[in-house]
């Protein structure tokens, strides 16, 4: 997700520090980083996107909104960098931003064969566009992949397994359709990055099972620029009546409504993603975000801006599990072997990443100037990413100290706070909706800690 992608969607994706700890829902007021690229701002992606028709594979030639947390219209973006595409590139292309000796995760290369245990094709579906957020995926097979930029796809051998890892893209690459949605219209994927709002949501007729919580905490934000305004809290900004920017359907908003801690009549849901409407406000305004990427985009890339913003972290508020390795809960039993060890080898891969995150992120750069109405990610957005993951513990260990474990408690606070929202769409989850129907930490290394 890199700034551009975050912007446009809801929940979907840049660290400091490595401080782990760091109190959730603090306000924070961040400092400049490194000097801003000189490209565009990229866009951002949505939360959970509402449901869409069939999703083509090759990335549509509009351009994608800077990023919010639901799902939005791609009419809607604005000035979003679009990646030049050159014009004799071949679309199927080997990665040359690889550091030389640089390999895949070391557990993948050390994991022995997973012939005939995975599909000879491990295909995992993401949710927007390449991002450090989905980092830990293409550290599996390594900076020295094929980038394939008419099917929108990352892929090469995984470690010495035998077998190929295929990540896709997804978001504007698959016509801004939920990855549930696309896991049942493509029966060659087996995983797919969701989130637990959309398992909820999308329980009854397209269930999931999350079998990695790559993000321990929800990186969405609200973030403005009124260096006056102190907001601890969502009640802190309901008593203060400011406006609330986002997507629609921002359901995560329906449930800060439904508990009073926003009032409906300062939301508006009428949110592209675009910047301009921040700008003209001069910051007295609140817009929904991920950590990973509007805050760096607005001080560094967001022309007419470019000043430090505030923001408050959501993950206490709205305890969701973002971009979390899912599968089709009728696979789940046919996959087990398969999962017993590919999802250590993810473990594993998530902090050989955050720890070195250097060369993939030289490979996202380098994938994201090729693809077609695309949006571009630089180098020291990428770092920035990484190093809030970091900074505010969105990567760290589970409650429990296994990394990439699920809290059911939380969990079943989700089911609690999003269920009535869903009946009230229109789209009721399944009836006595339980943790264990949506998520297992059966599959994890229970050893692994970051």
Known sequence: MYPARRLISSGRPLLSIALAGVIALTACTTTAPPPAPTSP???????????????????????????????????????PAVSPVPSVAPSLVPSPSAVAGTSPAGAAVAAG??????PDNVVVQTNWW?????????????????????????????????????VRAGGPAIGFQQVTAQMYS???????????DEQIQNSASQPSRGVFAWYAKNPQIFFWGNPDWD?????????????VLAFSPATFVDVLVGKGALNKNQVDESY???????????????????????????????????????????????????????????????????????????QQSAIDYVKNPVPINNM?????????????ISATGAADAVQKMLTYGIVANGTDGVYGSYDTAQVQQLIDDFGPVFVARGKPPEAGLQPSDIVTNEFLDKNIHL
Not at 138 to 162: E, V
Not at 231 to 243: C, E
Not at 364 to 376: L, M
Request: charged share 20%.
């Open 41 to 79: 701002p990229a866009a951002a992606k949505p939360t959970t996107p509402p449901a869409a028709a069939a999703s083509p594979a090759a990335s549509p030639s509009v351009a994608v909104a800077a990023s919010p947390a639901a799902a939005a219209s791609p009419s809607a973006a604005a000035s």
């Open 231 to 243: 907001f601890q809290s969502v009640s802190d900004i309901g008593k203060n009546g400011a406006t």
């Open 113 to 118: 064969s997973l012939k005939g245990v995975c």
């Open 364 to 376: 996202i750069v380098d994938y994201t100037s090729r693809i077609k109405g695309g949006t571009q």
């Open 186 to 196: 493509d029966d060659s994927i087996l995983l797919g990055m969701a989130a637990t």
């Open 272 to 346: 592209t993603g675009d910047p301009s409407r921040f700008v003209a406000a001069d910051g007295n305004i609140v817009s929904q975000g991920f950590i990973t990427s509007e805050p760096y985009i607005y001080e560094n890339e967001v022309q007419g801006w470019k000043k430090p913003v505030k923001f408050l972290l959501l993950d206490k508020e709205v305890p969701i599990y973002q971009d979390d390795m899912a599968i089709r809960s009728d696979k789940l039993e046919a996959s087990r072997a398969c999962l017993q060890k590919l999802v250590p080898l993810m």
């Open 130 to 166: 390449p991002e450090p957020d989905h980092g830990f995926l293409y550290q599996l097979i390594g900076p020295n992949g094929t980038i394939d930029i008419d099917k929108n796809a990352y892929s090469g051998p995984l470690g010495n397994t035998g077998v190929n890892l295929e």
